[in-house]
């Protein structure tokens, strides 16, 4: 967001305030100061004129600028009401030289998720992708995958969702005792890299927010059915702010993730392209790996499709 624009925000968000004192205060003419409040009705903020001056009322747009205005991380948010996916306008960015860029959308036309399946997408979900470019090695990659989800985890569980963490990248509602669940959100990382470190990363998150579950494939379910409509442009906020520190300190995302997992305690079966392993989840590693107790053997899964079984 342009700084000036930012600053009269702040300014007039807690009490009416003249053009004149906002020009004085910002060094910038009266009528730039009507230029840029124009500027910021265009953009949905709620900005009534009255005998004191200009004073913000509220904000409840869902777009770039009402994003980035309050948001405690530093991502530029780059907002579209329609595409056909996030991840593929973030990939196009980073390979254009773009860091902290947020592709946000109203509606997926083409989402996806892991191995190319489709990625139902409509209005009033939440659908973001981020780009980074982390000083790691491509093997700690899968940590960003594990910190997006946690982040979105606490997001939901702060909008009232008993969100948990499916291994490796589902958040889900548990609905039983025996390792149930709906399917509440996912993400979708890329990257491109050499051996020894990583270009650039993206991480895509894809959030049934306000969305009717009927609508929903099986077995996924909404914020808006397990609690109530949420403020996606809050939402995205925190999902963004605790996103943005778990990436600065990945020494702290496996046991985030490990307070928040849903998978370990379960029986699972991972399925892989050539085989499958079944048996007991009961770690995940420094690298995000899965670590599952079998009838041969405990073995480390970094791959494969996760499925919770009933109890033997």
């Not at 007039?12 to 305030?17: K, L, R, S, T």
Request: charged share 30%; with cysteine.
């Amino acid at each position: 967001m342009n700084e000036t624009r930012r600053a009269i925000l702040e300014a007039i968000a807690e009490e009416p305030v003249s053009g004149p004192d906002l020009a004085a205060a910002l060094d910038v003419s009266r009528a730039a100061v009507w230029k840029h409040i124009e500027e910021l009705r265009d953009a949905d903020f709620e900005i009534e004129s009255g005998p004191d001056g200009y004073e913000l009322l509220a904000v409840t747009a869902y777009n770039g600028p009402a994003i980035e205005y309050g948001l405690e991380a530093p991502f530029s948010i780059e907002y579209h009401d329609a595409v056909e996916s996030t991840n593929d306008l973030a990939r196009e960015r980073a390979v254009e030289g773009a860091v902290d860029v947020a592709v946000l959308a109203d509606q997926q036309r083409g989402g996806r998720g892991r191995l190319d399946r489709e990625w139902s997408s409509p209005p009033g979900g939440v659908w973001v992708s981020v780009v980074n470019r982390p000083a790691i090695a491509p093997p700690r990659a899968p940590l960003y995958t594990l910190a997006a989800a946690v982040a979105t985890a606490r997001a939901a569980r702060e909008a009232g969702v008993d969100a948990r963490i499916k291994w490796p990248n589902d958040v889900v509602v548990p609905v039983d005792d025996d390792g149930g669940y709906l399917k509440l959100a996912g993400v979708l990382t890329e990257m491109e890299g050499e051996t020894d470190r990583v270009e650039w990363l993206v991480v895509g998150v894809g959030v049934n927010a306000n969305v009717d579950a009927a609508t929903l494939p099986d077995r996924a379910t909404s914020v808006r059915e397990r609690a109530d409509d949420v403020d996606r442009r809050r939402f995205v906020q925190r999902l963004l702010e605790e996103f943005d520190g778990l990436r600065t300190d990945l020494e702290a995302v496996v046991p985030a993730w490990r307070e928040l997992a849903l998978t370990l305690g379960q029986r699972v079966r991972i399925e892989r392209p050539r085989d499958a392993v079944v048996g007991d989840a009961v770690d995940v590693t420094e690298t995000g790996a899965l670590v599952v107790d079998t009838d041969d053997g405990r073995e480390t899964v970094s791959t494969g499709d996760c499925e919770h079984l009933r109890p033997v």
